[in-house]
């Protein structure tokens, strides 16, 4: 089994380092259990996603990843360090692109500098420089309203990059496009993510998408979630599209589903 | 933009108006009505048109009253609403105490007025903000408890203080809502002055309409109305190309 093995040899030190992590909510006077013992790591740098069915849980887990949610059992250890917040480790984009509908893009895209109390000309010009990466570039002073969705998942991912987090937790970022814009938006976080190198958790809900961004990949099992299966994605990089009609790629495919309809 | 004004005339509004003059005109000279009980609205027209200057002078104190105590009434409504967001604990002591406050019918505190504030222009600025600062209050209040639980959220991650997340979230979020509310105060802020100087005054529209009354001059009570509705409408048009210039991302986003 690949599980043990990866776990136990990850190349890099974890930034991220979930074990038996449980939680349930008090739904209707009942307890509803939602995560049974998920035990993840992200390494410094890598590129993690996680798969699973609609309401398994795995938005809890970024919330608790994020101190949003407490875990009922489990311990949660942030870039190796016990006592780190993860206000100081972690940008979160969540999975509405929650611009603020009263600032423009470019005030938008430095939220976390000015929360942080840095100096917003400076932040504003830190980001003027970015924008064609994140292409908005000629769009600094239109209002969220004006993009396109697309548009706007560039700039809560901007957002999220520009809180200088050694961890970006990016819950379904792409869910709401459509396939076309999707492969683009695939394409062009790679890009991004290669320029930055920081640690990606990333959801989502497809899985040619987890297949073809990451370094690793885990699959849950419906509510309570518990890890079904983990798996390193060896395909080399940098990846084109055209790599998810490789025989790997759909040897990979076939597993994660086999996991997925399995349990 | 004036294109735009020019659209939003009510067309239908002025159209009945227009009948019901015509109806109060000719029912007053059917049933012969005398002129002191209830004037025809060409009596009330041509004693306004007689009267202005001197209705306009006296405007101009009810007017300075009106809008000295609606920014009072918008500053205490800020404060209130931004302490109140600090936390649920002083919400759920403040808010009581304001809705306590709007019991209190503002006509029997006026003696007390007088006695703080003598006759000049303050018991006039204080009654506006008593009778304004509540509606300006609560809609701030639920406009800011409405905000985008996600959006707090958000901030929460990045680290934000309370203090930071009202700032850059809460009040930004609640700005529509609070200029519904002011524009409602904005259409009591007149009243209230009036009412303020008919508790004694030497000049405003409120000693005007007291005067007149006074002696039986109902086309002239009628004259002070007619102009306290046109300041009040001047003042809610006012409030409405604030609010338009305030949050004209509010405005692009409705009309979408
Ligand atoms: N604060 C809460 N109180 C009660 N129940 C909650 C709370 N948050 C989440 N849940 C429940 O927990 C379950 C998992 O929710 P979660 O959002 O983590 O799922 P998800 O895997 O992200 O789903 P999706 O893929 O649809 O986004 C759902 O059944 C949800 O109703
Ligand atoms: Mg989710």
Redesign the interface.
């Known amino acids: 089994m690949t599980t043990r093995e990866s776990i136990n040899n990850l190349k890099y030190d974890p930034v991220v380092l979930l074990e038996g992590v449980a939680k349930s909510f008090v739904v209707g006077g009942k307890q509803l259990p939602i995560l049974d013992e998920v035990s993840v790591r992200v390494g410094e740098g890598e590129f993690v996603s996680l798969i699973g069915p609609s309401g398994c849980g795995k938005s809890t887990l970024f919330n608790i990843i994020c101190g949003l949610e407490r875990p009922d059992r489990g311990r949660v250890v942030l870039a190796g360090n016990e006592n780190l917040r993860a206000v100081d480790t972690v940008s979160y984009m969540p999975q509405k692109d929650l611009l603020l509908p009263w600032r423009t893009v470019l005030d938008n895209v430095i939220l976390a500098r000015e929360v942080a109390g840095d100096d917003r000309e400076k932040a504003r010009r830190e980001a003027k420089e970015l924008m064609s990466l994140f292409g908005l570039a000629g769009f600094e002073k239109s209002y969220p309203a004006e993009l396109s969705g697309g548009m706007r998942q560039r700039a809560a991912l901007m957002r999220t990059m520009l809180a200088h987090r050694n961890i970006l937790l990016l819950d379904e970022p792409f869910g709401a496009l459509d396939a076309i814009t999707r492969t683009k938006m695939q394409q062009w976080l790679l890009e991004v993510w290669n320029r930055f190198r920081r640690a990606i958790f990333f959801i989502t809900h497809d899985i040619e998408e987890a297949i073809f961004l990451s370094d690793r990949v885990y699959v849950l099992t419906p509510r309570p979630a518990r890890v079904a299966l983990h798996l390193n994605i060896n395909l080399p990089r940098p990846r084109r599209y055209e790599c998810v009609t490789a025989p790997d790629f759909l040897a990979i495919k076939k597993q994660i589903m086999q996991a997925l309809t399995s349990t | 933009m004036i294109f735009r004004l020019i659209n939003r005339i009510p067309v239908t509004a002025l159209g009945i108006m227009a009948v019901l003059l015509v109806l109060w005109e000719a029912g007053v000279h059917i049933t012969g009505m005398p002129v002191w009980f209830l004037p025809p609205p060409s009596r009330v027209f041509t004693a306004l048109v007689e009267m202005l200057p001197q209705l306009l002078d006296h405007s101009r104190y009810t007017l300075l009253a009106a809008l000295t105590g609606l920014t009072a009434a918008v500053l205490v409504a800020l404060v209130l609403a931004v302490v109140m967001a600090m936390s649920p604990r002083i919400r759920q002591g403040v808010y009581p105490l304001l809705v306590f406050s709007q019991t209190i019918p503002i006509i029997t505190i006026a003696p007390l007025l007088i006695i703080w504030f003598g006759f000049g222009i303050m018991p006039k600025v204080v009654v506006v903000t008593l009778v304004c600062f509540f509606p300006v209050a609560v809609s701030m209040a639920e406009g800011m408890q409405a905000a985008?639980a996600?959006?707090v959220?958000?901030?929460?991650?990045?680290?934000?203080s309370r203090w930071?997340t009202i700032k850059?979230?809460l009040i930004?979020?609640a700005?529509p809502s609070f200029f519904a509310g002011l524009k409602i105060a904005g259409t009591y802020a007149m009243m209230g002055a009036v009412i303020g100087e008919w508790l004694g005054a030497s000049s405003g529209l409120g000693v005007f309409m007291t005067r007149a009354s006074h002696a039986y001059q109902a086309d002239s009570v009628f004259a002070a109305i007619m102009i306290i509705s046109l300041i009040s409408l001047l003042l809610f048009a006012l409030i409405e190309l604030i609010s338009r210039l305030t949050?004209p991302?509010?405005y692009?986003?409705r009309r979408?």
């Not at chain 2, 959220?153 to 934000?160: D, F, S």
């Open positions: 985008d996600d959006m959220k958000l901030l929460q991650v990045m680290g934000a930071q850059l979230i930004p979020a700005l949050i991302w509010y692009n986003e979408k």
